[in-house]
């Protein structure tokens, strides 16, 4: 596993990230979310030193503080989350910190649901927020640097009879999502189209995070999990004697989202995260991460999907 970024459920200092936990998400995700991905980034963010350049590009109020706060829901492996030891760690948590290093800042991880990300981004409870989808109605107050690809994806458990499946043929069948995620609103036409059809309807269950749809679909509750790709692929490959992979498709980019008001923040996260582009880190992070299909190394602002049907 790479390098803790978070010391328990209070989190202490260590590779410039404070990481403040809440005791109750401290916990392992899913099985084997710890695995071995990671393990090679161990020195990685270490070696990451100040950009005097993009340092001088930090607010003057940000860099008096020495740290600017990233909300995290850390429930998607290998995206974001919280090992077997009680550490956030993943590939997010660590391109930002390498990025916060180049700034000449830590960064504080904040642990919180996924529906709490925007609120609080818009009531600046925190200063960014990590790895969420860049949608058109998230726009409006919020500016997205892309660094992702992502898409969504089904998982269905190996019992299932079918192998393939599309959200158009999800009539009859049970489906977890996460809470206020672009998947909620996949459930509900799929099940308005079933409906409409007179085929049975769609019975969608809303989970606060994905692992808890994944493990509802291993235990039988449900039959499929519907989220964003590269957990649903991570968990697949992870554990094909639970899991298949039966729908996947690449919509959009993950973006790390900056309110619209903090536009000096947003650029210097920005030419932070191209520089590492730029330096290899974050070649080196996708490979070791297993995530190099999902590259975006331009790092363009708001160029998600045009309407959130996408």
């Known amino acids: 596993m790479g390098q803790p970024l978070c010391k328990g459920p209070v989190g202490q200092l260590t590779l410039g990230v404070v990481c403040a936990c809440v005791l ?13 991905v990671g393990q090679d980034t161990q020195d990685l963010v270490e070696k990451v030193a100040r950009d005097p350049e993009i340092a001088a590009m930090v607010p003057q109020d940000i860099a008096k ?22 550490q956030i ?10 990025a916060g290093k180049m700034m000449g800042l830590d960064v504080v991880m904040q642990q919180t649901s996924f529906d709490a990300l925007i609120p609080g981004l818009e009531a600046r409870r ?7 989808n860049d949608l058109a109605d998230r726009r409006e107050k919020t500016d997205f640097i892309d660094y992702l690809q992502t898409g969504t994806a089904i998982l269905g458990a190996t019992s ?14 049970s489906v977890g999502y996460v809470r206020g995620n672009v998947q909620q609103d996949l459930v509900g036409a799929a099940d308005k189209k079933c409906t409409k059809a007179g085929e049975e309807p769609v019975g969608g269950t809303a989970f606060q995070d994905i692992n808890a749809a994944i493990l509802a ?12 790709a590269p957990s649903i692929t991570y968990n697949v490959e992870r554990n094909p004697g639970h899991y298949k992979e039966m729908y996947r498709e690449i919509s959009g980019p993950y973006g790390i989202g900056v309110n619209k008001r903090d536009t000096a923040l947003r650029d210097a996260l920005r030419a932070a ?17 297993g995530l190099t299909d999902y590259s975006l190394t331009d790092m363009p602002l708001n160029e998600g999907p045009a309407d959130d049907s996408a």
């Open 24 to 36: 109750a998400g401290c916990a392992n995700p899913a099985d084997g979310a710890e695995g071995g």
């Open 65 to 86: 503080r020495g740290s600017f706060t990233a909300a995290v829901n850390p429930s998607s492996p290998p995206i974001k989350f919280v090992d077997g030891g009680g």
């Open 89 to 98: 760690t993943g590939f997010t948590p660590e391109l930002v910190t390498a």
């Open 126 to 132: 925190f200063d960014v927020i990590l790895s969420i």
């Open 160 to 173: 299932l009879p079918q192998d393939k499946i599309t959200p158009e043929k999800l009539c009859g069948l």
């Open 217 to 228: 679909v291993q235990s039988g509750q449900i039959d499929t999990a519907w989220g964003d």
């Open 273 to 289: 995260l191209r520089k590492c582009v730029e330096n290899g880190t974050y070649q080196k992070l996708l490979d070791d991460y």
